[in-house]
């Protein structure tokens, strides 16, 4: 493994132990809190409104432009692996 591959990955998991370390706290208090009914009943109460109908045709191509970009990824990263 390259001193690069080395570094980034000690980089990525001390990110992900900073995130972390900070997220399930603050996930503990909020639901202590009450907040997550606040959130429910939030969306419960929107209204819908007329005329808007293509959001969710556009958020299901996004996830699906999304999906397949990581697919793709996938791919190109275990193709480059075999030539060596």
């Known amino acids: ?5 080395k570094w980034w990955a000690r980089l990525t998991a001390a990110l ?13 208090w909020a639901a ?3 907040l997550d ?3 429910v009943e939030a969306a419960k109460s929107r209204r819908r ?6 959001f969710p045709i556009f958020g299901g191509i996004c996830c699906l432009l999304v999906v397949a970009a990581i697919v ?3 791919v ?5 692996r075999k030539r060596r």
């Open 16 to 28: 992900t132990g900073a995130a972390l370390t900070l997220v399930i706290p603050v996930h503990a």
């Open 49 to 54: 409104r007329g005329g808007f109908g293509f």
């Open 32 to 34: 202590s809190k009450g």
């Open 76 to 80: 190109l990263i275990s193709r480059n």
């Open 1 to 5: 493994m390259s001193g690069v591959t």
């Open 72 to 74: 793709l990824a996938f």
């Open 37 to 39: 009914t606040v959130a």
